[in-house]
């Protein structure tokens, strides 16, 4: 299957600091990029569409400035977190869909914030 | 929008056993339901999927199932084995969109 790379794969920053987060498809182009946030033994929360060449799409309550999202080629798109606060702590994962509308997903990021 | 309710949270059962996993979706626009493993800490990773013109697919010790009228689907794994302990999301997209819509998931514990 399709390969999306993910880094970093685990980051502890202070409070108050932005976290930049990297996804890239490997040996695919990818248009449209997902990011998801998962709390512990929950589901997959999608916070936001990115879209190459515009602006990201947000899920309803997650906010645009708060969770800056760049989509910049048709292989990269960046999440970050401004501003991080212990409450963002959490597992970020990315994932792009094949054209065959097969989704595959980074390894994700483990975000601590002290 | 697409709602996927999924059942049970958690699934216990003895190495050899066999696992079902149901999931119901509510968007009949609805037409690839693929299902995913988990880890713990790892990515979730495509394990079986079903198109909307399929009524059932199989590999191996895994297969679904997906009944249209009713608008539910459902995993099987056969002989379980203790590396099938995970965590198992379904997911229901509408063709075109790409933007799946995940179940809750379900703990799956195969004790040996």
């Known amino acids: 299957g399709a390969v999306v790379s993910q880094h970093p794969s685990w980051v502890i920053c202070k409070s108050g600091t932005s976290v930049k987060i990297e996804c890239r498809s490997l040996?695919?182009?990818?248009?449209?990029m997902f990011w998801y946030r998962q709390f512990p033994k929950q589901s997959l929360m999608l916070m936001a569409t990115s879209n190459e060449g515009s602006k990201a799409t947000y899920e309803q309550g997650v906010e645009k400035d708060k969770f800056l999202i760049n989509h910049a080629s048709l292989t990269l798109s960046t999440l970050t977190v401004t501003s991080a606060h212990p409450e963002d702590s959490s597992f970020y994962i990315c994932?792009?869909?094949?054209?065959?509308?097969?989704?595959?997903f980074g390894s994700g990021t483990q975000l601590s914030v002290l | 929008g697409e709602n996927v309710e999924q059942h049970p949270s958690t699934l216990s059962v003895q190495e050899g056993d066999s696992a079902v996993i149901k999931c119901t979706y509510s968007?009949?626009?609805?037409?690839?339901f693929p299902w995913y493993k988990q880890e713990l800490g790892k990515r979730p990773q495509l394990i079986i999927d079903i198109r909307s013109n399929v009524g059932e697919k199989k590999d191996q010790r895994i297969a679904v199932t997906l009944n249209k009228t009713a608008k539910h689907f459902s995993l099987h794994i056969t002989e379980t084995q203790p590396e099938d302990s995970a965590v198992y999301f379904c997911a229901g997209i509408k063709g075109g969109s790409y933007i799946p819509t995940f179940g809750r998931g379900t703990s799956l514990i195969v004790h040996p």
């Open positions: 040996d695919f182009q990818a248009t449209t």
């Open positions: 968007d009949s626009a609805s037409n690839y």
């Open positions: 994932s792009a869909p094949e054209i065959n509308e097969k989704l595959f």
